[in-house]
């Protein structure tokens, strides 16, 4: 069926969409929803908590939230105490009140005007409530292949009695560090316990964080008729392969980003839906266009990752030593000590630097690393970036912070070899040679161009429409959830 044919003729389906309510999570799903909605003729009800929906309409207005024919938005509170703040929640609070939702997201379910087909989601509370309500139900990971291969492993790591570790602070600069597990199936050889998530690098038997993650896990493996990547098969074609023979049914379905470049003129409504729970500056767009094609340094952790004071200090004059000029997002709870992170920037370094700075609260990234004028991406790692950046082919920085951010560091630099890794104790000099590096005429900068033009190529070519994810969309919808679950297969 063609994608207008079915956007025109298909009816009852009706597609729920609950993430895991952060911006890296919301984004993607958002994307894939548009997805569903434009060119496959899905209804959505897209499923925010009421923290979010509130950032969301203080970000982009009061009509953010309006929907359009045929996909509305809903809310529901996420169990934690309310906070009007502009900043990421806490992340372990947030997992470990995920049971909270699911009540709110049954009682949803029941009272939506048309029936739900199918859901989708990535929190397990939420795929156990849509199972246990008859309903069919999928995973979307917003994260590569392969770090969630990571995560699935880490049953393997405690049931081998390599976690919890042996105590405490073993992790990244102890012994732990340079321990390479060959056994690890999927994996390129040299894999360390530090290229693990960090949920699991826990010395403590009882840690929440571990218990989550390998009951997340768990439920990923047993509960949704499929899980739907953000990614592409030739990226994560190993991990993909080595899971397929222990998950549901796979589908890689990215970049997202490309998938709806390619849907865009389709005469789909949905334009306007957008995700960004800060307001972005475009104005720094402006600041882009007065500098010289691939003279800029972006530099940006994501919606959460938080530096130390002297972390950022070191950074700072990493870019200032550099020469570079630099656009640096900075958000307000960017420092891990809840002060402003402006007024830890020295003044010599303002000073130094006033000429060819832009630093900003949150800017819209996608432009951003499309610019002509972005050299180089100095990032945290997350998934949304690094696709982002390989899209852009903009050679990355990278300096990661937690969860699956190791695990993608380390395919970025060294399967993908589209990246320079600093890291962990980061010091000024450390980022400035790293920075000359892939801004310069180094070899190693040159073979990172090289390789992102071969990746970024390999993208494009999966998001057209006779691409590998375009197919892959097309068969899980057909496949999956436009299929009602199978009888019988409704018990927790
Ligand atoms: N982002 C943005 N503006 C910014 C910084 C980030 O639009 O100033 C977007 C970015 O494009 C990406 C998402 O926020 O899509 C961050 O997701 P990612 O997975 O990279 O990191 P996380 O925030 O989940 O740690």
Known sequence: ??????????????AVFFPFPAQGHVKPALQLAKLLHR???????????????????????????????????????????????DAAQDMSALLSTTEALAPHFRSLVS????????????????????KDMGLQCVTFWITSACSFMMYQLCQRLVDMGIVPLREAGQLRNGCMDSTVLDWVPGMPKGICLKDFPDFVLTADPDDAMLKVALRSMACHRTTPSAVIFHTFDEIDREAIA???????????????????????????VGDTLESNLSRENHACLE?????????????????????????????????????????????????????????????????????????????????????EATGAFLTHCGWNSVLESVCAGVPMLCWPFGADQYTNARYACSEWRVGLEIGGDVKRDEVEAAIREVMGEGEKG????????????????????????????????????????AKGDTEI
């Open 1 to 14: 069926m063609s994608t207008l044919q079915a956007a025109a003729g298909v009816e009852k389906r009706h």
């Open 39 to 85: 060119c496959h003729g899905f209804q959505v009800t897209f499923v925010h908590t009421e923290h979010n929906r509130r950032r969301l309409l203080r970000s982009r207005g009061p009509g953010a939230l309006a929907g359009v024919p045929g996909f509305r938005f809903a809310a529901v509170p996420d169990g934690l105490p309310e906070s009007d703040a």
């Open 111 to 130: 009272g939506l005007p048309s029936p739900v087909s199918c859901v989708v989601s990535d929190i397990e509370h939420i795929l156990y409530a849509a």
């Open 242 to 268: 080595t899971m397929s023979t222990f998950l549901p049914k796979i589908y890689a379905v990215g970049p997202l980003p490309l998938l709806l470049g390619q849907a865009s003129g389709t005469g789909g």
């Open 287 to 371: 600041w882009l266009n007065g500098r010289r094609p691939n003279s800029v340094v972006y530099v940006s952790f994501g919606s959460i990752a938080t530096l130390t004071s002297e972390q950022l200090v070191e950074l700072a004059w990493g870019l200032a030593n550099s020469k570079q000029d630099f656009l640096w997002v900075m958000r307000d709870d960017q420092v891990n000590n809840g002060g402003d992170p402006a007024a830890v920037l020295p003044p010599e370094f303002l000073e130094e630097t006033k000429a060819r700075r832009y630093v900003t609260r949150w800017c819209p990234q996608e432009a951003v690393l499309q610019h």
């Open 446 to 485: 040159k073979e990172i161009r090289r390789m992102l033009n071969e990746w970024k190529e390999k993208a494009i070519v999966a998001a057209q429409p006779s691409g590998s994810s375009w197919v892959n969309l097309e068969k899980v919808v057909n496949e999956v959830l436009t299929v009602p679950p």
